[in-house]
């Protein structure tokens, strides 16, 4: 027994050897490629550049930050997506996947890749094909209303309607995402419980409020972090339809730091308003989480 004992006790070695040869490329792009970066960025957050020197100043950029009326713009900005454009997409995607889930419903692989296409279109060409259609003069969507007898509407210099115009944009292309993914959750609920409640005369709100609502929670749930995460991370479509105008009214904290770090090299303080951000959607997620789980544990 123990020449065996001895040779596993010789192998174990090998075996370390042999996992660190396959994990090692993915740890060291792991802390090259993100834990280095995060570090760094977090660090750069306390210093400023004096003199073309980095200087350690402590929590000065984030004080600076709380007097930043831009800043608090671009968040106010984005709290007005959260609440206009988050639910408006969650509710249309809902529709949306409850029709995709006929029975009756001719072709629906061929509808339901057409409503997820938008998702995997590339940010800027589809905001440049938004930008297009809404130019004041000669968009499409102004010809059409001018069509219908309606004036022209300045879609992208009026901050009304360019705030309308973003929400539009990011509707339109994330709807079928989240409603494939709701889609899948409704799948997913037995056809029996559908029976028993068309037997017990249940039509299709109290359906939908004590069947399907309830077992959908947790999809809904994912969609919601998700969209708010996305949301408080949005770039690429204000920056092309707007540049974050008219007048800030489009402006999100993430272009925010984008120009302050870019096109000022205010590294430190754009790293500031990172962490601000990567704060601010750790607490909404919190926040999500914990109503959704004591709505869940409530049922039970």
Known sequence: MAAPEAALRRARPR?????WAFAGPAAALFVFFFAYPLGASLYQSFTADRAGVPTWVGFEQYQRMLHDPVFWKSLGNTGLLLVIQVPLMIVLALVLAGILNQSWLRFRSSWRIAYFLPSVTMLVAYAMVFKVLLKTDGGMVNQVLGWLGAQPVDWLNNPVWARVSLIASITWRWTGYNAVILLAGLQAIPKEQYEAASIDGAGPIRTFATIVAPQLRPVILFCSVTSTIGTLQLFDENLVL??????????TPVLYLYKIGFDQLDFGYASAIAWAVVLIIGVLSFLQ?????NAEREKR
Do not use: K, L, S
Not at 15 to 19: A, K, P
Not at 242 to 251: E, F, K, L, S, V
Not at 289 to 293: A, C, I, N, Q, S
């Open 289 to 293: 989480f914990r109503f959704f789980g």
């Open 242 to 251: 707007t540049r974050g105008g008219p007048d800030n009214a489009t402006m």
């Open 15 to 19: 075996v370390r050897i042999t996992h």
